[in-house]
């Protein structure tokens, strides 16, 4: 596993900023960004995460409701939220003992509108894999 340190997105304020991946071909600093937080994405238990996180009343969860869904210490459970944290996908906030995670929607606002298909164009047939063309 790498050791190397992600850069936290998103939080520059520059909302709306890029064109979409169907609009445009990346330049590679954007490609490069969207990669580290689609890596960041990629672990099935870091998704589950940002899931219970996302979609909790309130719109934050304390580590200690999270901890207990997985058979994993709470080490490796805080490992992967500090990766979500890096990828600038939630924040967290120390109250005492505990730490208190929520969505960062700005995140996830851009990485949808990253993949959405342009307004006003018509979306592309999909051919179904293993479908003779």
């Given at each position: 596993m790498s050791k190397q340190e992600l850069v936290v997105l998103g939080q520059d304020g520059a909302e709306g900023c890029c064109p979409s991946l169907l609009d445009a071909p990346l330049d590679e600093d954007r490609a490069t960004d969207l990669a580290k937080v689609f890596k960041a994405l990629g672990d099935p238990v870091r998704l589950r995460l940002l899931s219970m996180i996302a979609s909790r009343a309130g719109g934050e969860v304390c580590v200690c409701d999270l901890t207990p869904a997985f058979d994993l210490s709470q080490p490796t459970i805080s490992h992967h939220l500090k990766l979500l944290k890096q990828a600038g996908l939630i924040d967290s906030e120390?109250?005492?003992?505990?730490?208190?995670?929520?969505l960062l929607p700005q995140m996830t606002d851009r990485l949808a509108a990253a993949l959405t298909h342009p307004a006003g164009q018509p979306t592309p047939a999909a051919t179904p894999a293993g479908a003779a063309s």
């Open positions: 120390r109250r005492g003992t505990w730490v208190y995670y929520r």
